[in-house]
């Protein structure tokens, strides 16, 4: 079993940038893939990025990309997501996810284990 710690999040400009972390225990986390999911007010909750078991594979939602970047360090449990140009429309709680296996997935449906999530909030 994972629980997952997201941190980070806060107040930013538009064109800021917020690096968020997700701290991870568990004696398994390299066996996880991992992801980060995002819900805005009143909408639903929608992919972000992921990252296999190993780091060499990522994806990316269309609306971040270029943007963001997904990372993570297997010997200290953690994974990062790199927010650069933040946008308005980026305002949401920010989930990160983990998914017994090593391969990166982008439904939310397959992620067996969530944070409590972290408030992002970007003024324009």
């Known amino acids: 079993q994972v629980q997952l710690v997201e941190s980070g999040g806060g107040l930013v400009q538009a064109g800021g940038s917020l690096r968020l972390s997700c701290a991870a225990s568990g004696r398994t986390f390299s066996s996880y893939a991992m992801g980060w999911f995002r819900q805005a007010p009143g909408k639903e909750r929608e992919f972000v990025a992921a990252?296999?078991?190993?780091?060499?594979?990522?994806y990316y939602a269309d609306s971040v990309k270029g943007r963001f970047t997904i990372s993570r360090d297997n010997a200290k449990k953690m994974v990062h997501l790199q927010m650069n140009s933040l946008k308005p429309e980026g305002t949401a709680v920010y989930y990160c996810?983990?998914?017994?296996?090593?391969?990166?997935?982008?439904?939310?449906?397959?992620?067996?284990?969530w944070g409590q999530g972290t408030q992002v909030t970007v003024s324009s």
């Open positions: 990252i296999n078991w190993r780091g060499d594979s990522t």
């Open positions: 996810a983990a998914r017994p296996g090593q391969v990166a997935v982008t439904s939310q449906t397959l992620y067996s284990y």
